[in-house]
């Protein structure tokens, strides 16, 4: 079992950054894919940001520039720097810890408001 805990989410005006943190706990966290997902009121989740194993990254095309996904195996930690917020990113974000087979797990979610 794998336990997620996210925090740095928050209220922030437009053009400002925020960091988020996920804390992974057990021992599959270097092996697996990690990402960020959000959810939009009214909308579904979708991809933010995910990194492999290997430290190969891949952005939503609306955070490409302005986000960087990054990941800390030693703290069994990823992290999500963003920049140049605007209100469009308002949304809970979702931590998600995933391997092929073996498992896929999500945190609880972290509130980010960017106000205009």
């Known amino acids: 079992q794998v336990r997620l805990v996210e925090s740095g989410g928050g209220l922030v005006q437009a053009g400002g950054s925020l960091r988020l943190s996920c804390a992974a706990s057990?021992?599959?966290?270097?092996?697996?894919?990690v990402g960020w997902y959000r959810r939009a009121p009214g909308k579904q989740r979708d991809m933010v940001a995910t990194i492999t194993s290997g430290e190969s990254s891949y952005y939503a095309d609306s955070v490409k520039g302005r986000f960087t996904i990054s990941r800390d195996n030693a703290k069994n930690t990823v992290y999500l720097q963003m920049t140049s917020l605007k209100p469009e990113d308002t949304a809970v974000y979702y931590c998600?810890?995933?391997?092929?087979?073996?498992?896929?797990?999500w945190g609880q979610g972290t509130q980010v408001t960017v106000s205009s």
């Open positions: 998600r810890v995933v391997r092929a087979g073996a498992c896929d797990y």
């Open positions: 057990g021992s599959i966290f270097s092996i697996a894919t």
